[in-house]
């Protein structure tokens, strides 16, 4: 009798899994409508809202910063209309976090869901329709928190599960992915948002020597994907397949990247030695990935994994161009192996987690479009390939995609 129920017990839990790997449904991204700043003229502005225009050794060091990023343009939900409401915003001496949270506990529920509607609707499906929320952001210290609030502006059901990710930065969206992966694999027929929305208001502040790298490279945006794993309900096809997912800290890197929330807002730390410490260890965070995709599949009898890292398609953060040049640099990647995250990077700038939803969907654009060009599947991009985010610890984030076989999910 006990073995009958065990036996039961096991066939309904091996019942609850999905059919084979989650994947990306449906992909969609989002900015603020307000302010939109060149990079070539943001030094200038930057310093002329912030009254600081007599500082002009640090606004010429700003310039040449700017210059070297890669960026063309920005947006930003911050505007000289709530700074003349705000001048506490300005000076990091001053209380000044009460009001960023007033103002962005609205904004990044709200940008996040520009990007939802528009993936709920590719997707096909009603939002009611929708199991699990993953809500990531470094924008919002409130309970109740941004997922609840985006969750009433969808009109998801009361009985959605949802789960809120704060303060991962940079690796946010592709964690948010990651356990989205496992949520949808472990829950059949489940069928995942996931959110990640930014606004730089929270950080923002004047002008001095120790933060002008972030005044250059950030910017806001959001990102929305529907994950879903098999069976698949008609009308749904997959853009992405998520094969395997890891995640790497390396040792004693706590000092290089990380964020402290004071009274005066939120400070960024990036030390100059990010880039050459990722360099140094993303080649084994790509063969722990791969070895663990060669487990899944059954393809590991022997524990090594050989991939030719140029015969992959490459999602990587852009966290700045001495990371992706590093990267490019030690995989000894081919020319335009990066380009879906430098394209990103020169028209968005650095949205912390939700930049990687950027990059997914741009490479998704790319394949589809050498498509209606050349009509010929030969040239689409490859089977195989990585989706990579690093973030505060300094942790990695490393996720095997695959392009579906069916030419219609893409």
């Given at each position: 009798m006990i073995r009958a129920q065990g036996a039961a017990m096991h066939e309904s839990r091996s019942m609850q899994h999905s059919e084979g790997p989650a994947a990306v449904l449906a992909i969609a991204t989002a900015n603020p409508s307000g302010t939109i700043l060149s990079q070539d003229e943001f030094a200038d502005q930057f310093f002329r809202i912030a009254k600081s225009d007599q500082l002009i050794g640090l606004k010429e060091k700003l310039k040449k910063i700017c210059h070297k990023t890669g960026i063309e343009k920005r947006h930003f939900h911050l505007n000289e209309e709530i700074?003349?409401?705000?001048p506490e915003f300005l000076d990091r001496a001053l209380p000044s976090l009460d009001a960023r949270i007033d103002i962005v506990a609205t904004e990044v529920p709200k940008l996040a869901e520009s990007a939802s509607v528009k993936a709920i609707a590719e997707w096909g499906r009603p939002a009611t329709d929708i199991t699990h929320l993953v809500f990531s952001t470094y924008s919002g210290y409130r309970a109740p928190s941004a997922d609840l609030r985006l969750a009433s502006l969808l009109g998801l059901r009361t009985s959605v599960c949802r789960t809120i990710l704060s303060l991962h930065g940079c690796y946010g969206g592709a964690r948010a992915l990651?356990?989205?992966?496992?949520?949808?694999?472990?829950?059949?027929g489940a069928r995942v948002l996931v959110a990640c929305s930014e606004i730089t208001l929270v950080c923002f502040t004047g002008p001095d020597g120790s933060n002008l790298v972030g005044h250059a490279l950030f910017g806001d945006g959001a990102g929305a994907v529907i994950v879903g794993a098999g069976p698949l309900a008609a009308g749904e096809r997959p853009v992405f397949e998520m094969v395997?997912?890891?995640?790497?800290?390396?040792?004693?890197?706590?000092y290089a990247l990380g964020m402290q929330v004071s009274e005066g807002g939120l400070d960024f730390h990036l030390a100059i030695q990010v880039p050459m410490l990722l360099g140094q260890n993303v080649e084994q965070c790509l063969r722990d990935a791969f070895r663990s995709a060669a487990a899944l599949v059954g393809d590991d009898d022997d524990g090594d994994v050989e991939v030719t890292w140029n015969d992959l398609f490459w999602a990587v953060h852009p966290g700045g161009r001495p990371i992706l040049d590093k990267i490019e640099d030690v995989l000894q990647l081919e020319p335009g192996k990066?380009?879906?995250?430098?394209?990103?990077?020169?028209?968005?700038?650095?949205?912390?987690?939700?930049?990687?939803?950027?990059?997914?969907d741009e490479l998704r654009r790319r394949r589809r479009r050498r498509r209606e060009e050349e009509g010929d599947h030969d040239h689409q991009l490859p089977e195989l390939g990585v989706m990579m985010a690093f973030g505060p610890g300094i942790t990695i984030e490393t996720m095997v995609l695959r392009i579906p076989s069916d030419p219609k999910g893409n």
């Open positions: 700074l003349r409401a705000h990651h356990l989205a992966k496992e949520l949808a694999e472990n829950n059949r395997s997912a890891t995640q790497t800290t390396i040792p004693e890197t706590e990066l380009e879906a995250s430098r394209q990103v990077l020169r028209e968005y700038g650095n949205m912390s987690g939700a930049t990687i939803v950027f990059v997914l």
